[in-house]
């Protein structure tokens, strides 16, 4: 299918500024003989949420790792916040990745540290210069921010409810002051309050802090609440990047039985009541 709503080889502002974050082009990935990219495109703006989404198996996650170097591509260019991720020595990419931070799907918490000592580890790695008091300062207020209280920092992760460890593994994501935040299924395994209410603190600090947000989720409700446009995977690439509005106007039939499923129009029923009222 051609994509009706096509971002162009490079975005621009007004002005003449670059406003892309994150460009991928032509990427390749594949296991052996299963192909799961191949030729795929994708532009992410500066300060905004961009959903990914696709059916089981499309890759979102393996997109997520190509574009912040966990996972090697066969083929393509990978560039962030300016700098080609491909090939890049070791302090090369240490120099990029500290501008950004990483939320994964279980929070990846140390279990041996607890959430103060975790949420230190990239400062102590990056800064280590950087010692106590000031130390235990910054993650303190990184632990705030994440909406946790007080008492949280000296508990293992061990202690903590589910919610309460992707609040924690937030506030080591927010540990460098990053520029770009990458959340994969933020929400996943979360009641349906904490999910919200997790959503909304995501769209605070994106605005508070300026943030850049990739966020992998398959919540219909987060992608209509806090998701600026959305990109959808499928058919080995992104067949389609808009808000949901531009999304439904396409034939494609995975997003159309995704958006307008019983889910979807449930979905969309809730966020324009929660609009509206």
Same mark, same amino acid.
């Given at each position: 299918?051609?994509?009706?709503?096509?971002?162009?080889?490079?975005?621009?502002?007004?002005?003449?500024?670059?406003?892309?974050?994150?460009?991928?082009?032509?990427?390749?990935?594949?296991?052996?003989?299963?192909?799961?990219?191949?030729?795929?495109?994708?532009?992410v703006r500066r300060g905004e949420i961009l959903g990914v989404v696709g059916g089981s198996g499309t890759g979102? $996650?393996?997109? =997520? @790792?190509?574009?912040? +170097? /966990?996972? #090697?591509?066969? *083929?393509?260019?990978?560039?962030? %916040?300016?700098?080609?991720?491909?090939?890049?020595?070791?302090?090369?990419?240490?120099?990029?990745?500290?501008?950004?931070?990483?939320?994964?799907?279980?929070?990846?918490?140390?279990?041996?540290?607890?959430?103060?000592?975790?949420?230190?580890?990239?400062?102590?790695?990056?800064?280590?210069?950087?010692?106590?008091?000031?130390?235990?300062?910054?993650?303190?207020?990184?632990?705030?921010?994440?909406?946790?209280?007080?008492?949280?920092?000296?508990?293992?992760?061990?202690?903590? $409810?589910?919610? =309460? @460890?992707?609040?924690? +593994? /937030?506030? #080591?994501?927010? *540990?460098?002051?990053?520029?770009? %935040?990458?959340?994969?299924?933020?929400?996943?395994?979360?009641?349906?309050?904490?999910?919200?209410?997790?959503?909304?603190?995501i769209r605070a600090l994106q605005k508070k802090l300026e943030l850049t947000v990739f966020l992998?989720?398959?919540?219909?409700?987060?992608?209509?609440?806090?998701?600026?446009?959305?990109?959808?995977?499928?058919?080995?690439?992104?067949?389609?990047?808009?808000?949901?509005?531009?999304?439904?106007?396409?034939?494609?039939?995975?997003?159309?039985?995704?958006?307008?499923?019983?889910?979807? @129009?449930?979905?969309? +029923?809730?966020?324009?009541?929660?609009?509206?009222?």
């Amino acid at each position: 299918m051609t994509n009706p709503i096509h971002q162009g080889p490079r975005d621009a502002n007004q002005d003449g500024r670059d406003d892309i974050i994150i460009s991928v082009r032509g990427l390749d990935n594949s296991f052996g003989e299963q192909i799961i990219h191949e030729n795929l495109d994708l532009d992410v703006r500066r300060g905004e949420i961009l959903g990914v989404v696709g059916g089981s198996g499309t890759g979102k $996650s393996v997109l =997520m @790792r190509s574009i912040i +170097g /966990l996972q #090697r591509p066969s *083929a393509g260019e990978i560039d962030v %916040l300016g700098e080609t991720m491909i090939d890049r020595n070791e302090d090369e990419a240490k120099n990029i990745r500290r501008r950004w931070g990483i939320l994964f799907q279980n929070g990846a918490l140390f279990s041996t540290l607890t959430v103060a000592e975790n949420v230190e580890v990239p400062i102590r790695e990056y800064f280590p210069y950087i010692v106590p008091p000031l130390l235990d300062e910054i993650a303190s207020y990184k632990i705030a921010m994440s909406g946790l209280p007080a008492d949280a920092g000296p508990k293992y992760p061990s202690e903590l $409810s589910g919610g =309460m @460890r992707k609040r924690a +593994g /937030l506030a #080591r994501a927010l *540990a460098l002051d990053p520029e770009l %935040l990458f959340l994969d299924e933020p929400t996943a395994g979360l009641d349906p309050i904490g999910a919200a209410a997790f959503d909304d603190l995501i769209r605070a600090l994106q605005k508070k802090l300026e943030l850049t947000v990739f966020l992998i989720t398959h919540d219909l409700d987060t992608l209509h609440s806090i998701c600026d446009r959305v990109a959808v995977l499928s058919d080995r690439k992104v067949v389609a990047v808009g808000t949901i509005e531009e999304l439904l106007a396409l034939d494609h039939p995975w997003i159309q039985e995704y958006f307008n499923g019983p889910r979807g @129009r449930a979905a969309a +029923g809730s966020y324009e009541e929660a609009v509206g009222a």
